[in-house]
């Protein structure tokens, strides 16, 4: 063997050696790279798994809330894909903490555990029924030709050109968003035995001239000499009772729609889809003897003349004034309202995802 190619094979041995190290290194970087993505798609699962456990948990809270202070207790459920785990523990007689836990691919086995704390509250807060405008969202208030006379709270912004036109006190408070959750059956109930109900056909027919809304905030009265509630006893104090107008759908009043009277309840179809929001949009002239609670925005576009909401309003996420419109609250009206009692259903106020770092090597 000359020394050319003794040369030749080293070189050949030195290529070799080093494509096989290359070639190695590449296929377990693939194979780690393939692990992450795997271990990364189990993180969402699991992540899933615990969401699910916590909705499953906020529905049971809804029909039962009644959890003993002393023990948590705990959902197990498992699915093809993994288990979720949710532990239910007491705060205050009005408020859970959950902490959901989804397994993959399974409790007792896991690979991927993640945890989400959510809160859950149950309650009307008792300045509840006390203002002109609640909004848990924004306030907007374009021109200066609107008048709001009453106390105005809201969550997140309050943007008013001119603030003149609000004679109460403006209070900010994130803490009441979300907007507290009606016990929408109860509000339902009360509403469908007085004929109040509107679903979206309906309403078309209100556009229509075909049907209308109550025109009176009172259902029945104390005053009007008739013994509404039939107990023998003529014109007592609980005869003061409001139309309760539940607006399966979105509520748009528009043009000179005269006077409508009532407490609208504008939720959509929440009681068969609970995430569902409706808005209340009010365009024209007219007035509204009542107040209205919408979970989404609620807006009124006052026109030449003039836009009356005398009540009070509720906004889950905007309440904008555009033009001429008056707020004002009514006590007589909202005293009426507290006074229907409708509780509180149970609802999510915030979570939060408890995971710890993604490993980044496996
Ligand atoms: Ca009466
Ligand atoms: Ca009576
Ligand atoms: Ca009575």
């Known amino acids: 063997m000359n020394k050319k190619k003794s040369a030749a094979l080293i070189l050949a041995l030195i290529v070799l050696v080093t494509m096989v190290i290359l070639c190695v290194s590449m296929f377990s970087r693939s194979i780690s790279e393939s692990r992450l993505v795997m271990r990364n798609a189990q993180a969402k699962q699991a992540f899933w798994l615990a969401e699910a456990g916590a909705n499953q948990v906020v529905y049971q809270l809804r029909s039962n809330f009644s959890v003993s202070p002393s023990t948590a207790y705990w959902v197990n459920s498992t699915l093809a894909q993994g288990d979720y ?15 959901a836990h989804g397994y993959v691919p399974s409790k007792s086995n896991f690979e991927e555990e993640r945890v989400i704390v959510v809160s859950v509250k149950k309650y009307i807060p008792a300045n509840f029924y006390d203002y002109a405008i609640y909004s848990s969202g924004n306030i907007d208030i374009n021109g200066d030709a609107y008048s709001v006379e009453g106390k105005v709270i ?17 209070t900010n408070d994130p803490l009441i968003n979300p907007l507290s959750r009606l016990d929408f059956e109860a509000v339902y109930a009360i509403s469908d035995a007085q004929g109040n109900v509107y679903d979206a056909d309906r309403i078309q027919d209100v556009r229509r001239g075909r049907d209308s809304f109550p025109t009176d905030f009172w259902y029945t009265r104390a005053d009007d000499s008739l013994d509404n509630d039939a107990d023998g006893i003529t014109d007592e104090s609980d005869e003061w009772v409001p139309n309760v107008v539940y607006v399966e759908t979105d509520l748009q009043v ?44 609620f807006r009124v576009n006052g026109g030449g003349g003039r836009l009356n909401v005398n009540g009070g309003v509720w906004a889950g996420n905007e309440a904008r004034l555009n033009g001429s419109a008056d707020v004002a609250y009514n006590q007589d009206y909202m005293d009426a309202i507290s006074g229907l009692s409708i509780g509180a259903s149970a609802q999510i106020t915030n979570w939060r995802d408890n995971q710890s770092l993604f490993p980044i090597t496996p």
């Not at 528009?254 to 179809?269: K, L």
């Open 85 to 99: 785990s949710v532990q239910v523990s007491p705060i205050t007689a009005q408020t859970r903490t959950l902490t």
């Open 154 to 170: 809201y969550a997140t912004t309050y943007d008013v050109e001119h603030p003149g036109g609000v004679t109460g006190t403006v």
């Open 254 to 297: 528009t043009g000179s729609f005269g006077t409508i009277g009532g407490f609208y309840v504008v939720v959509g179809d929440v009681l068969t889809d609970p995430e569902d929001t409706a808005d209340a949009t009010v365009n024209g002239v007219g007035t509204i003897e009542g107040a209205v609670y919408t979970r989404g925005n």
